[in-house]
């Protein structure tokens, strides 16, 4: 089943390492609870399109290693950005011969299921994200790329994205390995146990968390083209409204779950706080893409 993407996951390269731990103008810092969302039975809120950021954090480490459903979009942006260098190293390589690369599926900013942004979801529903920025196609390239141009432009594009992954991404991926113990917190358990009653009186019967999204799915999957974001935005208040309780107990147990991993892989942090940004920057310039960010 296709998922929208509310039905959130880690980025690919550290999905194999923890895939039990997730499924799916600019703004200057995505605040951690913004002003003007409306609560799931308010009023209706007028339709307002994501935006994008071009500011990364102060201190990277709110990227790469996420604890906040607003700093997820930092870490959104990041995932989205490597695969658009990897894109764009590709096609300049091709192009370098006269060749095209086959046009390929859009990127998409994917949101994150183990840390949900609330505020986001709350203006935007359960499937709408900010639109990934596009490349112009290089004008050298006059003909399909062959096999061989393919593979080994490929292996350029690769080298580049790994060149970057590498900078955050063994970090990452024990970071969002440790969220896993968050799961079985008593404070968390027991959080969750008063979203189903939540959920229902929006009218949502449900058995938990995963059944809301199997249900949100399902209406997505259903509804007319022109109740589509009425039906999302609808859902994305009433899940917003009832996990608040629950992030308020999840989000400063992340945050002091990151403070001590910070205090135990010191000399990684020191790395990653020194190279990442200057990488991405650089990586900006080569492959002529930008770094941005979905934003409310």
């Known amino acids: 089943m296709v998922r929208p993407t509310n039905r959130l996951r880690l980025p690919i390269h550290a999905a194999v390492a923890v895939v039990a731990v997730l499924l799916t103008a600019c703004s200057a810092d995505p605040a951690p609870h913004s002003a003007g969302v409306a609560a799931a039975d308010g009023p209706a809120q007028p339709v307002t399109r994501a935006h994008l950021s071009l500011t990364p954090p102060a201190d990277p480490v709110r990227m790469a290693l996420p604890a906040t459903g607003a700093e997820t979009r930092w870490t959104q942006g990041l995932d989205v950005f490597v695969q658009q260098v990897s894109r764009a190293a590709t096609a300049s390589c091709a192009a370098e011969r006269g060749a095209a690369v086959p046009r390929q599926v859009p990127l998409a900013f994917i949101r994150f299921f183990e840390i949900p942004d609330l505020d986001f979801i709350a203006r935007h529903g359960t499937s709408e994200s900010a639109a990934v920025p596009t490349s112009a196609p290089h004008a050298s390239a006059t003909r399909p790329a062959d096999p061989a141009v393919l593979r080994e432009c490929g292996a350029e594009g690769k080298a580049a994205a790994d060149a970057l992954r590498d900078l ?104 990653l706080r020194r190279t990442l940004v200057p990488a991405l920057r650089h990586a900006e310039t080569r492959n002529d893409v930008q770094l941005a960010f979905p934003a409310p």
């Open 168 to 271: 955050y991404a063994p970090l990452q991926q024990r970071w969002f390995a440790e969220l896993v113990s968050l799961r079985h917190d008593p404070a968390t358990v027991k959080s969750l146990r008063a979203l189903p009653p939540c959920l229902a009186g929006h009218g949502i019967r449900v058995r938990d968390e995963n059944g809301f999204f199997a249900l949100a799915d399902a209406r997505i999957q259903t509804a007319a083209a022109a109740e589509l974001p009425r039906e999302s935005r609808a859902l994305g208040r009433a899940y917003a409204a009832c996990m608040r309780p629950v992030e308020a107990v999840r989000e400063p147990a992340r945050e002091r779950l990151r403070a001590r991993f910070l205090k135990s892989h010191t000399r990684e942090i020191r790395a």
